[in-house]
């Protein structure tokens, strides 16, 4: 029997809000159970007050087929699901065809503490993390972005009463951009912009882009990561 998505949905919404989420973690195909499950599944044009909103699903396999049925539905938190959307959404290469920059790489557990800023009204979006050590004698702040329209930009980040400016990035159309603030040597000699090594105070960071007419068009704060 083929189970109905709104009833399921409603139990779902109907069950103890203490209970701990029974599905998580990434979409995945399980054969020896014959199930498939697929977290954070936004409901669209179904009706009943569910638009909008976010849920796991878990479908079970037919036979050895390939079509599966569903068989479970959990609400799941939107906040939670929508950063994961923008930071899937962030990392697709093939995002409006643009140019991926030569940075350390999303999705590490280096980025745990990473910010996704949403798409501005202009489209904009920004990455931004940042890392600091307990001796106060390293910093390092990235920040990647997107959707600018052509043009001169700078970064700008600020840890308590201190700023420092990128040197100013010619963009172009589509072009995905990274600016790097560090106190490694040997980065800095790779083009990064140089910062002390006590810069990052508090663990906090806020980066902004800067355009040629001194607009600032995104801006974002993040908590940094501590290394031990």
Do not use: H, W
């Amino acid at each position: 029997m083929r189970c109905n998505i709104a009833l399921l949905v409603a139990l779902s919404l109907a069950g103890s809000p203490v209970l701990a989420d029974r599905i998580g973690g990434t979409a995945r195909a399980d054969f020896s159970s014959n199930t498939l499950i697929v977290p954070c599944v936004l409901v669209n044009n179904l009706g009943n007050g569910l638009d909008g909103r976010y849920f796991d699903v878990e479908l079970e396999r037919r036979g050895n087929s390939f079509n599966y049925e569903l068989s479970f539905v959990e609400l799941e938190d939107s906040a939670t699901c929508e950063t994961i959307a923008n930071f899937a959404e962030f990392e697709d290469v093939d995002l409006d065809d643009l140019v991926r920059g030569q940075g350390r790489g999303r999705g590490s557990d280096d980025d745990d503490n990473a910010v996704i800023v949403p798409p501005t009204a202009d489209g904009v979006r920004m990455f931004l993390k940042c890392e600091v050590d307990s001796n106060a004698t390293k910093s390092e702040v990235e920040i990647d972005v997107a959707g600018l329209v052509p043009g001169d930009y700078v970064a700008r980040v600020t840890s308590g009463l201190d700023s420092v400016e990128s040197a100013p990035l010619n963009v172009r159309a589509g072009e995905r951009v990274e600016f790097e603030f560090d106190s490694d040597a040997d980065d800095i000699s790779r083009g990064d912009t140089e910062i002390p090594g006590s810069f990052i105070q508090n663990q906090s960071v806020l980066a902004a882009i800067i355009n040629a007419e001194g607009a600032t068009l995104v801006s974002a704060e993040a908590r940094c990561k501590l290394d031990d």
